[in-house]
Every structure is written in structure tokens, then in C-alpha cells.
């Protein structure tokens, strides 16, 4: 009778956990990379290009459409805006990140580069500063892993009205690199080129170099439930100019 008490009670732990790593957190220490991406020597490595096929029902082997338990996930689709092939996120009340798994030197690839177009933003009275209104119609996902076996994440995200290009936004101890944002600019494609490296380092308070692990498109309005509609054209990693 007391091993069934404990072993009920291991998997009610066990069951919280994973819960609160599918509310709180963004490891997923379920997840096993398979067929990362690697670098191939190239000046431009392409992570996510939307005018080739890409499978989203049922991601190949390298790509990962992570779901939260307690949310419904975004509604992903292949779609051409203005002409331009892209993946279209739509958001309400939802959110979930979709990419694919890497293992590429930041310092051979220190530049992050991207298209995006904001159809419809987030509209909330929540305060976007806050857990509460902690809601982006578009972001990018990156995980990173030093030699030391340490981890970090960062978002880069598109703000909704109180951050300006180039300003960090703080959820608890979680950055958010701002790159782009403001209603003025919704229905616009913007290329974006930043500085990965030095946002890692900025946001670690480290000075080591480390791997990219997974880079994932993150559209979420389950917070504010409200709705969004983004459009990603192309993702990829640069060589610094002149290298």
C-alpha cells in the first residue's frame, strides 16, 4: 500500500512539472534535437526560408512545433504577402513557437537577419511591461549553449507601443531585445539585420562565445486574449561584413 501512495504520488510530480515547464518556462527538457542545423561555411546560412517547402503538420526530423499544455497554439500556414512566400501566424487568445533545432558557432555567425510584416497587431489596455500584457503579434525564440554546458534564452520581438527599436524589455529575469514595433509600421515588410552576439553577452552578463541551440517563430496573444496576424518571410544567420 505505501509503494502505491509513493509511486502515486511521484507521477502527480512528475505530471506538475512538466506542467509547469509547459506554463512557465521555455525548456522544454523533453525535447531531444534531431538533425540540428550545421553551418556549411557559407557567408549567409539559411535557417528558415518560406519559398522553399517546409512541412507544418508534421515537422521534418530538425524542426519543432512547440505547444504549451494550457493554451491553444497558434495557427501557422504557408502563404504569399505582397508577394513575398512566408510563414502566416495567427493568433487568438493562443500562442506557440515553431523552428528548428541548430548547433552553429555564434562567434563563425555572430548576425541574426530576418523579413517580417505585422497584418494585425496586438490591441490590449494591458500593459506590455507587465506578465499580465506580456503579448507580441511577432518574436523570435533563441536558445544558446556554452561550452560550459550553461544555457540562455532571448526573445527578439516586435513591441506593441511603449519600447523603441534597440531597448530591452524585462519579464521577471527574461530579455527581449526590441527590434522593431508601433502600429505606424504594421502592414510594411521590414528586412532586420542585429548583432546576436553582443545581445547574448548584453543579456548573459557573459563574455564567452556559445552555440545556437534553436531558433523558433513565437506569435502569442494568450495572455491579453486578444488576436494577431504576422507574416516571416525568411530567417538566417550572417558572417560579419567582411569576413
Known sequence: MGRKIVGGLIAIVLLLAIIAGGVFGYRWWLDRPVNPLVADGAAELAVMNFAQPVALDSPAPG?????????????????????VPALRCTTDGSGSIFGRFADIDLGAYPELAWTWLIEKPVESPLDERTAEGDDHPARLFLQ???GDGAEHSVEVIWANKLFKPGEYKYIGTFPHYVANGGHENVGKWFEERIDLLKIYRE???????????FVGIFCDTDDTKMSSVAYFGKVWLTKKVGE
Open 63 to 83: 524542426w519543432r512545433h512547440r505547444t504549451f499544455l494550457t493554451r491553444p497554439a497558434m495557427t501557422i500556414s504557408l502563404a504569399v504577402k505582397d508577394d
Open 144 to 146: 544558446f549553449e556554452t
Open 203 to 213: 543579456t548573459s552578463k557573459r563574455q564567452d562565445t556559445p552555440r545556437v541551440k
